[in-house]
């Protein structure tokens, strides 16, 4: 039985998008957030302290350790790659070394959504409606538009911004995540592609899972993927399927041999990683988890659009052919992979994974939608990115000029300390950037083209404004509010550059700021060291009693994160010395 597609598309609207108009997107949106910032609280510094520890032998390869503490994330994969990358670009300076394997993690990413919209479009499944007289979308023109799409939808995503910029573990998932779905595609739909690649990428992408702290997310898709790849292959069998399932029979040993090597690699991948490493407890079914719903609702509600509502709207619109691989296969991986975000103890960040297949699911939404939904979307994404950045560009202003004065005001009060100075490349790319937006709104605005992936340039273009605004504009505003850099340095001339400072209560974030921009030599309390100065965080000053004795040590001064009173640094120094 035939089901009527829901997808109306003619072959003019699968025209390409230029090559360099997706080329620039791409482009404008990795290198900001890579490039002249410091590391940020928390994760994305502490990432980076391992693997400077690693680089310079401070620390063992198999056993990454941070002024002799476990990391606060267990994985090896992303350390690795920071550390080699450190060694090999020992020409840069380590912060900007370290980011970029991640910034072409980033880039795999998008690559992998890209490819995988490619093989799924082409499936019959997924093809548009064939019409009476003709004139209805080819197959690889229309799979070429879909795939174009795809990767707009994810840079829509504002999820993406802010952690697809970090040197951290979840970088280092999204891309092995979004390897996998590329692999599982390829060996749905075989097109131009060689049989060695899916079966080698999909070993990489479990293996590198894993070794990124996923090992749970590795196991799930393994055995889920396996377990679904051969349910199609045994479908070939009989040929009443043989329409619904377009993989020829002769694959169905090739699939098993896939689900049998992806489950070996998980296993090997599992066992063979330290103690240390795989962590049980980062996996937690609590009472909030399970029943905060409230939280998760706005946590995903922002953080999925626009992917998230399509992809619900895909669902529907395709709900006759759900099982079709095109439907089943992202569906797939974003449960197995919202499943682990509902199961860690940093669900923000866990739900990053879920992106690379939302993106390939909801653009599947794009040809069943109606001229009135494109409009909302592009009205939305007009309004609301016009504003963000409108808003960007004053406050901006404000720090400069004081005018207007209200912002002024509020910078004044939130960064207390900060003093703005103005940087003329910055703000001639900020300037470009919002030129390139105003031109993109007169193009949508005067546009007739019916192209699928028109309604998401507002969205994908919009989400690159802002943030390349904010990472040229804001860029040291944000160094001075979400790193540790100022506090380091502060700390630092008041300690005179001290050659041997302990440490009681602070953080691996704090350490790595110490050590990298406050050049100090820390010590935690753990080490033993005995030195003439101290720093205490705010947390274990109500005990410090315990554990030194007061009347020796003189208070030199209290250092905060900006006017956040509950994050302080006492600094002391011992009497006599």
């Known amino acids: 039985m035939n089901i009527p597609s829901p997808a109306l598309v003619t072959q003019s609207a699968v025209r390409r998008l230029p090559r360099w108009a997706l080329v ?60 080699i990358s450190i060694q090999l670009f020992a020409i840069f300076d380590p912060e900007f070394a370290a980011r970029i394997p991640f910034a072409m993690l980033l880039g795999l990413t998008m690559a992998g959504v890209w490819y995988s919209v490619y093989q799924l479009a082409h499936l019959p499944m997924a093809q ?48 092995m995540v979004s390897l996998m779905l590329w692999s599982a595609s390829a060996w749905i739909v075989p097109k131009n592609v060689k049989k060695w690649r899916p079966i080698a990428a999909w070993f ?29 292959g045994q479908a070939q069998v009989n040929d009443n399927e043989a329409d619904q399932h377009p993989l020829a029979s002769s694959n169905f040993k090739h699939m098993a041999r896939l689900a049998v090597l992806a489950t070996a ?21 609590t009472v909030e988890s399970a029943l905060g719903w409230q939280r998760w609702l706005k946590l995903l509600v922002w953080f999925l659009w626009p992917a998230g509502p399509l992809a619900l709207w895909a669902l529907w619109r395709w ?20 499943i682990t975000a509902m199961l860690s103890s940093r669900p923000e960040r866990a739900v990053l994974l879920t992106l690379p297949s939302l993106a390939v699911l909801a653009s599947f939404a794009l040809p069943t939608l109606k001229r009135r939904a494109s409009a909302l979307i592009d009205w939305f994404a007009l309004l609301f990115f016009s504003g963000a950045g409108f808003i960007v560009w004053v406050v901006w202003l404000a720090m400069h ?56 340039v507002l969205s994908a273009g919009g989400s690159t404004l802002c943030w390349l605004l904010l990472m040229t504009l804001w860029m040291p505003l944000l160094d001075h509010g979400l790193s540790y850099g100022p506090m380091s340095r502060t700390i630092s001339s008041v300690l005179n550059n001290a050659q041997c400072v302990r440490t009681i209560g602070l953080k691996q974030d704090q350490l790595t700021s110490l050590a990298y921009h406050g050049r100090l030599q820390v010590h935690p309390d753990a080490s033993g060291q005995d030195c003439d100065f101290l720093l205490v965080s705010s947390a274990a000053y109500a005990s410090i009693d315990n554990v030194i004795s007061l009347p020796q040590w003189a208070l030199l001064k209290q250092v905060w994160q900006l006017n956040e009173r509950s994050e302080i640094i006492y600094i002391y120094q011992r009497i006599g010395s």
């Open 24 to 83: 620039l997107f791409s482009v404008l949106y990795v290198l900001p957030g890579f490039i002249g910032r410091e590391s940020w609280k928390v994760a994305d510094a502490s990432g980076f302290g391992v693997m400077l520890s690693i680089a310079r032998g401070d620390s063992l390869w198999a056993a990454p350790s941070i002024f002799g503490q476990l990391p606060d994330t267990a994985a090896l994969l992303p350390y690795w790659l920071g550390a």
């Open 128 to 175: 548009p409606v064939v019409f009476a007289f003709g004139g209805q979308a080819k197959r690889p023109d229309y799979a070429r538009a879909m795939a174009d799409a795809g990767l707009l939808m994810l840079l829509a995503c504002l999820g993406l911004a802010r952690m697809g910029h970090e040197t951290t573990a979840d970088l280092a998932s999204l891309g």
């Open 204 to 232: 990489v992408g479990v293996v590198g899972l894993a070794l990124s702290g996923q090992s749970l997310l590795a196991s799930l898709l393994s055995v889920s993927v396996g377990v679904y790849l051969l349910h199609i």
């Open 265 to 285: 690699a998980t296993s090997v991948a599992l066992y063979a990683l330290p103690d240390t490493v795989w962590q049980a407890h980062n996996y937690q079914l």
């Open 319 to 338: 709900r006759a052919q759900w099982r079709s691989p095109h439907i089943w296969l992202p569906l797939l991986f974003s449960a197995m992979t919202f």
């Open 401 to 456: 000029t004081g005018f207007p004065t209200q912002p002024a005001a509020n910078v004044a009060r939130l960064a207390p300390g900060f003093d703005p100075q103005f940087a003329a490349i910055p703000t001639l790319l900020a300037l470009l950037a919002t030129g390139i937006w105003l031109r993109l709104i007169w193009w949508r605005s005067r546009s007739v083209v019916p192209a699928l992936w028109k309604s998401l």
